[in-house]
C-alpha cells in the first residue's frame, strides 16, 4: 500500500465531503430551478457535477495507490434559502470548509513523508482557490445586482457558463 493508514483514513472523510459538497449543490440547483432562474440552476448543477468528479479522483487515486476507497452516507443536506445571496454564500460557506479540509489533508501526508498523496493532493489546492473565487465573485455580484437576479442570469450565462467568458470556473 502507498498511501499511509492515515492519509487513507483521510481521503475517505474528504470522499465523504466531496460527494455531500455535490448532492448540497443540486439542492441549491433545485432552488434556482424553482425560482425560475435557469442559468443560475445551471451553474449549481454543474458545480454539482464537478464536486461528483472531484470524488472520483480520490476513489480512482486510492485504488491505483493499493487503497480501499470507502463511499459513505451522505450527511443530511440543506434544502431551504431564504434568498439567492443566502444560497450563494452557503455554497462559499462549504467551499472555504472544503479548502480547509484539504490543506489539512495536506498536512497529514506531509506530516507522513506521503509523497504521492501529497502530490495528487496539490491539483486539489488550486482548484479550491478557483472554487473560493468563483463563489465569491457569483456572491458579490448577487449583491451589486441589489434583487435584480435577472441580471445575475445574465451575468452567469455570459461569464459564468461552460465555454463562456474568462470568469468561467474550471472543470
Known amino acids: ?3 499511509k493508514p492515515k492519509v487513507v483514513e483521510a481521503m475517505n472523510a474528504q470522499i465523504q ?15 434556482f430551478d424553482e425560482a425560475t432562474l435557469p442559468d ?3 451553474f449549481f448543477y454543474r458545480q454539482a ?27 443530511a443536506l ?10 450563494v454564500q452557503f455554497a462559499l460557506d462549504q467551499e472555504i470548509k472544503v479548502t480547509n479540509q484539504i490543506n489539512n489533508l495536506v ?4 506530516a507522513e513523508k506521503d509523497y504521492a498523496s501529497s502530490q495528487f493532493l496539490q491539483w486539489f489546492v488550486t482548484e479550491q482557490v478557483e472554487e473560493v473565487d468563483s463563489m465569491t465573485t457569483l ?11 435577472l441580471l445575475v442570469e445574465d451575468f452567469v450565462r455570459r461569464t459564468m457558463a461552460v465555454g463562456g467568458g474568462e470568469a468561467a470556473p474550471a472543470a
Open 139 to 149: 456572491l458579490n455580484t448577487i449583491k451589486h445586482a441589489g434583487g435584480a437576479l
Open 17 to 31: 465531503s466531496e460527494f455531500a459538497a455535490s448532492a448540497q449543490y443540486v439542492a441549491i440547483a433545485v432552488y
Open 107 to 110: 498536512s497529514i501526508a506531509e
Open 1 to 3: 500500500m502507498i498511501i
Open 40 to 42: 443560475l440552476a445551471a
Open 78 to 87: 440543506r434544502n431551504d434559502f431564504e434568498s439567492a445571496s443566502d444560497a
Open 49 to 75: 457535477e464537478e464536486e461528483r468528479m472531484h470524488a472520483m479522483k480520490f476513489v480512482q487515486f486510492m485504488l491505483e495507490a493499493g487503497s480501499k476507497p470507502i463511499i459513505p452516507g451522505l450527511p
